[in-house]
């Protein structure tokens, strides 16, 4: 969705943009190109990996691209470091990268053996493993159904802790086993353990509420006439951003530039599985 994105952000050449989840800079480089050489564009990413990589393709072609290894939910304390009070666009494509889902060591794949491990920003203290190994039951439970909205939530949790008492749980290939022989197959369209690790990476890396604050806070950084851009990957994260829009333009803060979610075309889809649940919100600063 990169053309569509960078076309509803409607930038002009020297316009400063803010990229809260640069990856491998593949928006990035395209808004740089937009804005040209006299704009100026500041990326933050948590994972140190995805930055290191994008640092070596980005920074030497472009010299107004500011990249820093951060949570969004902490933009005001970098944008205050850089000296930058006001932007003219800024973007959230969130969730896990293809970079993040194809390197079998963080732990985010269920068709990768690995560590459990699915922390975006490896300086966090707490890990898939602990969070499956340590947590009671319940609250597994819950982290299922919550961020998951896995009807199996119980049965699953249940068999976690009764997994855990004969031998500690490792590796995502033994939480996939665990979870594929307790789902009845029938009901399951998708991966049966998909819902399993959406959830546990959502609780790791408290994906929600730094998507919460990450919001709140871009609000005043917007020029009047800048637009916010976010991309989403599951009901849960697209209720948080449309009803944040909704309720700014409640307030007359926001103009919603998209009544509806902008989706990936079928051409799309087709060439990149992994963007079909895509949804993107688009919103102006009144
Ligand atoms: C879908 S990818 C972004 C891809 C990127 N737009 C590109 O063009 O390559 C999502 C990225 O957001 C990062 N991310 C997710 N939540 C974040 C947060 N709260 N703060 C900073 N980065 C975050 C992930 O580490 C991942 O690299």
Known sequence: MCKELV?????????????????????????????????????????????DL?????LKRFKNCTLVQANFRN??????????????GIIFD????????????????????APLDMRMDSNLKLSAFDLVNFLPEENISDILKNYGQER?????????VRERKKSIIV??????DLVRRVIPYRYARIHPATRTFQA?????NDELTALREGLNKCVGYLKKGARVC???????????????????????IFQLITKKPIRPTEEETKTNPRVRSAKMRVAEKI
């Open 7 to 51: 076309n509803y952000l409607n930038l002009n050449k020297g316009g400063t943009v803010l990229d809260c989840t640069v990856g491998s800079g593949g928006h990035a480089e395209a808004i740089l190109k937009r804005i040209g050489s006299g704009g100026r564009l500041i990326g933050i990413d948590q994972d140190r990996d995805a930055l």
């Open 54 to 58: 994008t640092k070596n393709r980005l």
């Open 75 to 88: 933009m005001d304390t970098i944008l205050v470091e850089l000296s930058i009070d006001v932007l003219d």
């Open 94 to 113: 969130l969730g896990v990268s293809s970079l993040q889902l194809d390197s079998a060591a963080r732990g985010f794949s269920i068709r990768l053996d």
């Open 152 to 160: 199996w939530h119980k049965r699953i949790a249940r068999a976690i």
């Open 171 to 176: 590796s995502t290939r033994q939480l996939v």
């Open 200 to 204: 546990l990476r959502i609780a790791v």
């Open 230 to 252: 976010v991309i989403s990957f599951h009901s849960m994260e697209d209720r948080i951003v449309k009803r944040k829009f909704r309720d700014l333009a409640k307030e007359e």
